[in-house]
């Protein structure tokens, strides 16, 4: 056999532990997933966790390694969720899988999630060619505009309203989704919203580890050096911004399997609650941008505390000023943005990625850099 | 008779802002492995001409041919393939990245693994990431900068920036190497070791340098020919003994 390197080493550590955890899983679905909190609470939020950690991760690529504020991120969620939604829709009409079951259905939802993804870079393309000429501020609002334009578009496509397709109307909501599990589905295909997640995750990861994530983060450095180092800057941006639109639909496709029922103003900018491309930009800021370990965890940690200040048992046994202040998420949100900035300016992880097989390490350095920071200001007293 | 072809030859160059000619008719030659000097007064048109040789700036006259090719409509990235490398007046890294990763990212154009590649994690894509560290390691060596290789960038001292601003330009596998003032703002240590790693460099790779500077006994030790800008305008160019002896170049600097 080939002796692995330490990097070959770390991915095959991974790999491992990837499977194993997976697998454990499947085992804890399989034991408690029929009945109580665990059908009702815990599956749904993994869903819900699931697409928003897909989400931010991918905004992080044109937010935190490319550079460019893109403020439109859930109008290519809209796209993927709606595109899934349809795209089974018509399977199911066309008698292809029945109440969700079968082999086909698993090839249909993976069809589905593939196709919001493709669908929705293709919009990244059209969008991300002429916006990616502008800069900043402007970029801003070009993307603000796109998230808001995308939405009255599904709003007015006949097809994409009240029961879809051939028998739809042009409305705001979808009611009819070939995918959209219940709480039983939710349980039963669990291992399908891992998979995708982990897969995509995966894949992110791998871009910024390679030559295009170089790039990249070197346009976002300084991006007149990076053209003048023979990078094609408008080529890697739109490569980018088309990568990271194809997650957002996958994460879209997540989305129509977790709602019965779409509804366009839940993509809307305006939207007060998770799903809202502001709030996207709030997660991968607060995990620290060019770090995908953070997007995640970010994610995870935005889903539980919007989860709670909304549905906690503990919020009735807070003051009622309090309480007033949970009446608005939006200002929780800021607050821990505001707090998050003012300890750790870089986000919770800065540019840091976690690693299993370099965790040792970097344990003993930082052990070692607080001893010798300690060491010194012990000098320091002692001298003055 | 056969002429050797220049690695770089500008054919009334020019440009103008406005009603502003910032550059006219400028006329260089300069041949593989020479090393000529840009001088000239404080805004006489120095970092124009070097924004046109690297395509930047887009010429209203003129054309720049880079070993034989004109290079007239093309993009910043196009004049590095073709082999021109810059470094900048105000020091331009990639602050937030890694010694090494600055000049792996410049050796980005001729990568030729694909997305798949990377996604998969193939045979291939390791082979090219292990020569691609291999070769920065190389450049990084001869900059003197190999044991800095994992801290960032923007923690370098000035001086050794600089450096790794000409690390990352070498890694362009270029033919042509353009000097926007390397020395400013160093000391005399700093620019004595500057001017051995350009010595290697001009060695090892046989690259023609064009050089900005204003350190005149930098200029006159080193540069084989200088050519003298003012006002956009070419006023003298030959060996460095004649240009120290040109009473229109003294007038330029000291005033008349």
């Keep these: ?384 | 008779m056969a002429e050797k072809t220049p690695a770089l030859e500008t054919r009334k160059l020019g440009i103008s802002f406005g009603g502003l000619k910032a550059v006219n008719d400028f006329n260089i030659k300069i041949y593989p492995g020479e090393l000529v000097g840009l001088i000239g007064p404080n805004g006489a048109g120095k970092t124009t001409v070097f924004n046109l040789l690297t395509g930047v700036y887009a010429p209203t006259e003129g054309t720049v041919i880079l070993d034989g090719q004109p290079l007239n409509g093309k993009k910043t990235y196009q004049f590095v393939a073709a082999g021109v490398a810059r470094t900048f007046q105000n020091i331009r890294l990639f602050r937030n990245m890694t010694v090494i990763e600055n000049v792996k990212a410049a050796f980005t154009k001729d990568v030729d693994y694909n997305l798949f590649h990377a996604s998969f994690r193939t045979k291939k894509f390791w082979e090219t990431e292990k020569k691609l560290t291999d070769k920065a390691m190389e450049l990084l060596d001869i900059c003197g900068l190999a044991d800095k290789a994992d801290v960032l960038a923007s923690s370098l001292p000035y001086g050794r920036q600089r450096k790794l601003e000409i690390a990352r330009a070498l890694a362009t596998d270029m033919k042509l190497l353009l000097l926007d003032e390397p020395a400013a703002g160093m000391n005399p240590t700093e620019t004595a070791e500057l001017l051995e790693c350009i010595n290697t460099i001009r060695k090892r790779f046989g690259v023609a340098i064009l050089l900005i500077e204003h350190d005149m006994s930098l200029v006159m030790n080193i540069c084989q020919r200088i050519q003298v800008i003012d006002y956009g305008q070419t006023i003298a160019s030959g060996l460095p003994e004649e240009i120290a002896a040109n009473p229109r170049v003294i007038a330029a600097y000291l005033g008349e």
């Design chain 1, 1 to 384: 056999m080939k002796k692995l390197g330490r990097t070959g080493q770390g991915y095959l550590l991974n790999t491992i532990i990837i499977v194993l955890l997976f697998t454990a899983a499947q085992l804890v679905t399989a034991a408690f997933g029929g009945e109580g909190s665990f059908k009702l609470v815990l599956v749904p939020s993994i869903w819900q966790c699931c697409y928003l950690m897909i989400l931010a991760a991918s905004l992080n690529l044109v937010l935190g390694f490319l550079g460019q504020l893109s403020l439109g991120h859930c109008g290519f969620m809209a796209v993927g969720a709606y595109t899934a939604a349809l795209l089974s829709l018509a399977c199911e009409r066309a008698e292809l899988f029945k109440d969700k079951e079968g082999v086909v259905f698993i090839l249909v939802l993976f069809a589905c999630v593939l196709a919001a993804g493709i669908l929705s870079a293709l919009i990244g393309l059209l969008v991300g060619i002429p916006a990616l000429r502008l800069k900043g501020d402007y970029l801003a609002i070009i993307t603000l505009g796109f998230g808001m334009i995308i939405i009255n578009i599904i709003n007015n496509l006949p097809f994409c309203g009240q029961d879809g397709l051939a028998q739809g109307s042009a409305a705001a909501s979808l009611y009819k989704n070939g995918l959209g599990f219940g709480t039983k589905s939710k349980v039963e295909f669990l291992w399908a919203a891992l998979l995708v997640t982990i897969v995509s995750v995966t894949l992110m990861f791998m871009f910024v580890r390679s030559k295009y994530g170089r790039a990249i983060r070197a346009i976002r450095d300084d991006e007149i050096a990076a053209a003048a180092s023979g990078i094609n800057t408008s080529y890697y941006k739109v490569l980018t911004f088309v990568y990271s639109a194809f997650f957002a639909g996958v994460a879209g496709a997540l989305y129509s399997c977790a709602n019965a029922t779409l509804s366009t103003s839940s993509f809307a900018f305006t939207n007060g609650g998770i799903l809202n491309s502001t709030f996207i930009v709030v997660m991968v800021v607060l995990g620290g941008m060019g770090s995908i370990t953070g997007s995640v965890t970010a994610a995870v940690i935005m889903f539980f505390i919007n989860y709670q200040i909304k549905n906690g048992s503990w919020v009735d046994s807070l003051p009622a000023a309090v309480q007033a202040v949970f009446q608005y998420p939006m200002l929780v949100y800021a607050i821990v943005l505001i707090v998050v900035i003012m300890f750790r300016p870089r986000g919770i992880f800065g540019s840091y990625e976690f690693s299993l097989i370099n965790l040792k390490r970097e344990l003993k350095a930082a052990l070692e850099r607080r001893a010798a920071a300690k060491a010194e200001r012990k000098e320091a007293r002692s001298n003055g």
